[in-house]
């Protein structure tokens, strides 16, 4: 690249007051709102006249549209009349031009609306102008086209994304389809909790997984832990040490698109070496928002309800002095007015939609440093594409510097290039801040070189930057490693096996993790429980998921461990006897390691220093379950490997080598005879 632009210089950016100004979006989901169903915009003979779309109302009240509207990119459309209670509405631009297609009239004609053949996004509007729902075609993240032929609704779920949608490859249905059916179930889902069982005793983290089965669809999903709301999704990594030893109940809860309730809920008995007040936990978070083209990106943030949070592309907020940004602000202070409120900064000049960063935090912001550029290891200055954004908060005192990241996108070994010495650039940068606790965050449109197997990405990228800061060793890109600072990929420390991808979930075809949030050493010993887009709206707010993790911030003031071991891997359990088995695992690499749990049928029943253990005494005959878990010397339990299973039968009986046998014995009576078969009997025995 050559010099940088006049609009890039360095930055320390005053405190910006707060315009109270409140913007209100909400998604519905099927069954309690009008949802649109079918869309007819590219006709079979004249756009003009035959485009229509249809409307469905599955509440047991009629709606009347006055003041309700529907837009799409170019204009806006005053809707009218009445939406009969579980019934169907068409809104058509001609009613003659309709009825040559089907024979019947529309409920509403004169749209005005020119949908797009080459991409559009119809929005509905209530009236209070509130988002009711959406559907897009031939553009980002909604990939589904039609020609001459209507596009249908054909989830019974609103996830405001392409998969509820179909070309329908005909003239369509208007004014029928399935949704009626769903309004005479009266039937709640059925609940279960498969994990943990009920009953047992926990450590450390616990996966708790709902399963629920319904007629039709189970709309939604939410995990209560004594009371408290935890999560809306069907699975949940809960730390047990946030709770005091004892009883504690857990409860699932899930709704069908009939709004009919099923629940569920099991106690589990917690016994931790140490605890963790929730109070002492912070959510921090980074999201690149796609500049905000979904509006749905606002409920994502609500839904997660971070202490600190850095955007990635945020566009324009910067324009008119910051007049998005304050808006963002003051809605999300309304929102959470039980929370501290947040303040903010946001990157200054910026010229395209796909650049920009903000923060918002609710810990003072003493410093705001803008960065267009970085200094090489030969000292020479590399203009970036994305300014980084670099902000000192003070966390109840201890100084804590985040750095907003947005590598060059795309791949191919130019755009390589540009990103490794973005960062080669950067890590120099944060060397350069001395022995400081940081957090680097963002969206750096590369790979993981921990990310392989199971664990790897759709797409070419490349792995040059994150190996810069996982792997000073790397003969090729540990020459820019830090020479001050270790780091530590905050996710995979936590989430050893989950894929946690960030990209793909709109195209599939480029699944992958490419935003991160990377500690330094001075931080890696208080980070607890990462996850990546696992709300409701997490879909349909961006094409990435957040990445968020808790910073324990009184452990990090008393400099007390509190991150729990790794998962165990490659946990083997081989039968020695019918009444003993030999457990092995692969050690952990932390160098903090005291002893590891194993536990058999979901209880403890030893503890090991070396990564095997023979269990002794058990049953003939029997299967057993074995975990396995790494305990630090602070005390803190990692997650249980996964389960092994294994079934104590005499291994010298085991039924392979008794069909092997078999096999053998009739081969060779089959050449030559009984003599040969007595033979192998005997050698059987020896």
């Given at each position: 690249m050559g010099a940088f632009s006049s609009k890039k210089f360095l930055f320390i950016l005053a405190l910006v007051s707060i315009s109270q100004l409140l913007i209100t979006t909400n998604a519905s989901l099927t069954g309690d709102n009008i949802i649109i169903t079918e869309v007819l915009y590219d006709a079979p003979s004249d756009d003009a006249t035959q485009e229509w779309f249809e409307l469905f109302n599955p509440t047991d009240t009629s709606v009347d549209l006055a003041g309700w509207t529907i837009e799409d990119n170019y204009d806006t459309y005053d809707l009218s009349g009445i939406v009969p209670a579980e019934g169907y509405y068409v809104v058509a631009k001609q009613t003659a031009a309709f009825n040559s297609l089907y024979g019947f009239n529309p409920d509403l004609d004169g749209l005005t609306l020119a949908l797009g053949n080459s991409g559009d996004l119809l929005t509905l509007y209530d009236d209070e102008s509130t988002l009711v729902d959406s559907v897009a075609w031939e553009k980002s993240g909604w990939?589904?086209?039609?020609?001459?032929?209507?596009?249908?609704?054909?989830?019974?779920?609103?996830?405001?994304?392409?998969?509820?949608?179909?070309?329908?490859?005909?003239?369509?249905?208007?004014?029928?389809?399935?949704?009626?059916?769903?309004?005479?179930?009266?039937?709640?889902?059925?609940?279960?909790?498969?994990?943990?069982?009920?009953?047992?005793?926990?450590?450390?983290?616990?996966?708790?997984?709902?399963?629920?089965?319904?007629?039709?669809?189970?709309?939604?999903?939410?995990?209560?832990?004594?009371?408290?709301?935890?999560?809306?999704?069907?699975?949940?990594?809960?730390?047990?040490?946030?709770?005091?030893?004892?009883?504690?109940?857990?409860?699932?809860?899930?709704?069908?698109?009939?709004?009919?309730?099923?629940?569920?809920?099991?106690?589990?008995?917690?016994?931790?070496?140490?605890?963790?007040?929730?109070?002492?936990?912070?959510?921090?978070?980074?999201?690149?928002?796609?500049?905000?083209?979904?509006?749905?990106?606002?409920?994502?943030?609500?839904?997660?309800?971070?202490?600190?949070?850095?955007?990635?592309?945020?566009?324009?907020?910067?324009?008119?002095?910051?007049?998005?940004?304050?808006?963002?602000?003051?809605?999300?202070?309304?929102?959470?007015?039980?929370?501290?409120?947040?303040?903010?900064?946001?990157?200054?000049?910026?010229?395209?939609?796909?650049?920009?960063?903000?923060?918002?935090?609710?810990?003072?912001?003493?410093?705001?440093?803008?960065?267009?550029?970085?200094?090489?290891?030969?000292?020479?200055?590399?203009?970036?594409?994305?300014?980084?954004?670099?902000?000192?908060?003070?966390?109840d005192g201890t100084d804590v510097y985040l750095i907003g990241s947005h590598l060059k996108a795309l791949s191919g070994a130019d755009n390589e290039y540009r990103r490794e010495r973005e960062h080669e650039g950067i890590i120099n940068y944060m060397d350069a801040l001395g022995e400081v606790p940081i957090l680097y965050m963002g969206d750096l449109n590369s790979f993981s070189p921990e990310d392989i197997g199971s664990l790897g990405p759709e797409g070419d990228l490349g792995c040059g930057p994150l190996t810069m800061m996982l792997h000073p060793e790397d003969v090729t890109y540990g020459q820019y490693s830090s020479k001050n600072h270790i780091f530590t990929d905050v996710f995979r420390l936590l989430n050893p096996t989950d894929p946690g991808y960030t990209y793909g979930h709109q195209n599939p075809s480029f699944d992958s993790r490419i935003d991160f949030i990377i500690a330094n050493d001075y931080l890696s010993d208080y980070l607890v429980n990462s996850t990546v887009g696992d709300t409701s709206t997490a879909d349909t707010g961006s094409d990435h998921y957040c990445v968020d993790f808790f910073l324990g911030i009184d452990a990090l003031q008393s400099q007390t461990d509190i991150t729990a071991p790794a998962r165990v891997l490659g946990v083997d359990a081989v039968v020695t006897s019918t009444t003993e088995v030999s457990l092995s695992w692969t050690a952990n690499s932390e160098n903090d390691i005291n002893h590891y749990n194993i536990y058999r049928d979901g209880l403890k029943i030893a503890e090991s220093i070396n990564p095997s253990f023979n269990d002794e005494g058990l049953a003939e005959e029997t299967w057993y379950d074995y975990e396995i878990s790494a305990v630090d010397t602070t005390g803190n339990e990692g997650l249980k490997s996964e389960i092994k299973s294994v079934q104590t039968t005499d291994p010298q009986n085991s039924e392979l080598p008794l069909l092997s046998g078999c096999l053998a014995i009739l081969m060779m009576g089959a050449l030559g005879g009984v003599k040969r078969v007595v033979y192998l009997k005997k050698k059987r025995k020896v």
């Open positions: 990939p589904i086209s039609a020609v001459d032929t209507t596009i249908r609704r054909i989830s019974l779920l609103d996830t405001d994304s392409y998969s509820d949608w179909e070309a329908t490859g005909s003239l369509g249905d208007p004014g029928d389809g399935p949704y009626v059916g769903i309004l005479l179930d009266d039937t709640p889902p059925t609940v279960n909790i498969t994990a943990p069982a009920t009953g047992v005793n926990v450590t450390g983290f616990v996966e708790i997984v709902v399963e629920a089965t319904d007629d039709n669809v189970v709309a939604s999903y939410e995990i209560f832990i004594d009371g408290n709301l935890k999560s809306t999704a069907s699975a949940y990594l809960w730390d047990s040490r946030t709770v005091s030893n004892g009883t504690h109940t857990i409860l699932a809860w899930c709704k069908d698109l009939a709004n009919n309730i099923g629940e569920y809920n099991i106690t589990v008995y917690v016994e931790n070496y140490v605890t963790i007040v929730d109070q002492d936990l912070i959510k921090i978070m980074s999201y690149n928002i796609e500049y905000g083209i979904d509006p749905d990106w606002i409920d994502v943030v609500k839904e997660e309800n971070p202490d600190i949070v850095i955007f990635i592309e945020t566009g324009d907020w910067d324009d008119n002095s910051d007049e998005l940004l304050n808006q963002h602000i003051a809605d999300f202070n309304s929102y959470f007015f039980n929370e501290k409120p947040y303040v903010g900064y946001t990157a200054q000049g910026i010229t395209y939609s796909t650049s920009g960063e903000a923060i918002m935090s609710r810990f003072p912001i003493t410093e705001s440093i803008q960065i267009p550029v970085v200094t090489l290891d030969n000292g020479s200055i590399y203009d970036v594409t994305h300014d980084f954004m670099q902000w000192k908060i003070d966390i």
